[in-house]
């Protein structure tokens, strides 16, 4: 059983461009988390979705970013207009539908911006 | 929101040698998970453990929910335990709270 999959694992955009993070969550699991972990600190979340919705955007900066989970393929994180402030690791977590609290992680992205 | 402190923020220890790291939280919670991020950055589920005790070889977690701390022990530290290691617990439904983490060297 693969575990969370997540593409690119590094990604290098300048400022102005938009990153586009993929995730593939476990198989058998429908419930998608984003986190981000700035340098040097711990993760933070972001977004929960399951598939079609967006359950909890909370933790959402509230321009430029935005997250979808489709009926079909992978949740994707969109970052618009990248400034150096998003450089980070993005990390997504699965977890199954009747547990939402143990969640198995990807290998993160890491995205820098110059 | 819930709160989650962690200590030492550092460890620095010998090969052979063993650790206990520490995880508070301010309130309440039905669960705790253990990561290790490894020096690539990979994050990696040590234990998913809302009470109680459990062992995974060298390492082992204790949660004490009621006096709401958890405790992660390594015995016989090798060169690959080096890494951060993170304490998170839910709040609410969704979300993790992580701490801010331990960071441990194991020098040879």
């Known amino acids: 059983n693969a575990g969370v999959m997540q593409n690119p694992r590094h990604l290098v955009r300048r400022r102005g461009q938009e990153a586009r993070l993929r995730c593939s969550p476990m198989k058998g699991h429908s419930h998608v988390y984003w986190y981000r972990q700035l340098p040097e600190e711990g993760l933070k979340f972001m977004v929960y979705l399951q598939k079609e919705n967006i359950i909890d955007e909370s933790g959402m900066p509230k321009e430029r970013f935005s997250a979808e989970f489709p009926k079909e393929g992978p949740s994707i994180l969109r970052i618009q207009q990248v400034v150096r402030g998003d450089s980070a690791a993005y990390f997504c977590?699965?977890?199954?539908?009747?547990?939402?609290?143990?969640?198995?992680f990807g290998p993160g992205t890491r995205l820098t911006v110059t | 929101g819930i709160q989650v402190e962690q200590s030492p923020p550092d460890l620095i220890l010998q090969e052979g040698a063993n650790s206990t790291l520490r995880c508070n939280f301010s309130d309440s919670v039905n669960n705790l998970q253990w990561f290790h991020q490894n020096p690539w950055g990979q994050l990696i589920n040590l234990f998913y453990i809302p009470s109680g005790t459990k062992q995974n070889g060298r390492l082992s977690a204790t949660t004490v929910a009621t006096e709401r701390y958890s405790l992660l022990y390594i015995s016989s530290s090798q060169t690959t335990d080096s890494g951060v290691y993170f304490c998170a617990v839910p709040q609410g439904a969704q979300k993790l709270v992580f701490g801010q983490g331990t960071r441990l060297t194991i020098n040879p």
């Open positions: 977590a699965s977890s199954p539908p009747y547990s939402n609290y143990e969640q198995y």
